[in-house]
């Protein structure tokens, strides 16, 4: 299984980013999946959560400004950013929770990091 994680760049506070996370290889199913991002001496903290159900929990420092949302065809998970900040720079990491079709079992995948910069 393999995540391929997209959509990162420099940016202007108050502005507007969407990243992407693709998940592909031999899955059965998706469970959770999320977005963490870590900043320079910081640890990685979760972002924002999705269910297979289409439950959503973010950090209290995002809500109302970022929405996670996937689609389940494309086994793609998405994180619409708005009215971003500088305190919102680092590296973003999506996490996916994977059913592996064949042996089956389920283990989480991290996707490669895609760096969010914005300047004040």
């Known amino acids: 299984v393999q995540l391929q994680a997209s959509g990162g760049g420099l940016v202007q506070a108050g502005g507007s980013l969407r990243l992407s996370c693709a998940a592909s290889g031999s899955i059965f199913s998706i469970n959770a999946m999320s977005w963490y991002r870590q900043a320079p001496g910081k640890q990685r903290e979760l972002v924002a959560a999705?269910?297979?159900?289409?439950?959503?929990n973010y950090a209290d420092s995002v809500k109302g400004r970022f929405t996670i949302s996937r689609d389940i065809a494309k086994n793609t998970v998405y994180l619409q950013m708005g009215s971003l900040k500088p305190e919102d720079t680092g590296v973003y990491y999506c996490d996916v929770e994977v059913k592996v079709r064949s042996p089956r079992y389920t283990r989480d995948y991290w996707g490669q990091g895609t760096q969010v910069t914005v300047s004040s």
């Open positions: 999705i269910t297979s159900g289409g439950s959503t």
